[in-house]
């Protein structure tokens, strides 16, 4: 069992930046690949970021490459997601979770997941 704690979220206006945590506890967190998602109102959950159990390989969807930086700190148990230049179209709740098997993109492939932090951002 691996519980998943996310905090950071908050309003922010365009251009702006934020930083993601995601504490996690129990099982052995640094064996898992993490990812953040994110949900914005009447949209389906999407891929945001994916970091390797070692943090050697990260993984981001396009509209997000360049802006925002996924990262792990094994020592600490916890992920984050560092989101520059924010975009209006970047607001949504952002979930981190861990990931089980298969492909890092989808949300299948992940069995625990936190509550999520709401992020949004004002043009």
């Known amino acids: 069992q691996v519980q998943l704690v996310e905090s950071g979220g908050g309003l922010v206006q365009a251009g702006g930046s934020l930083r993601l945590s995601c504490a996690a506890s129990?099982?052995?967190?640094?064996?898992?690949?993490m990812g953040w998602f994110r949900q914005a109102p009447g949209k389906e959950r999407e891929f945001v970021a994916a970091i390797s159990w070692i943090g050697g390989s990260t993984y981001y969807t396009d509209s997000v490459k360049g802006r925002f930086t996924i990262s792990r700190d094994n020592a600490k148990n916890t992920v984050y997601l560092q989101m520059n230049s924010l975009k209006p179209e970047d607001t949504a709740v952002y979930y981190c979770?861990?990931?089980?098997?298969?492909?890092?993109?989808?949300?299948?492939?992940?069995?625990?997941w936190g509550q999520g932090t709401q992020v949004t951002v004002s043009s």
């Open positions: 129990g099982r052995t967190f640094s064996r898992n690949a």
């Open positions: 979770a861990a990931h089980r098997s298969n492909s890092y993109y989808s949300s299948s492939s992940y069995n625990y």
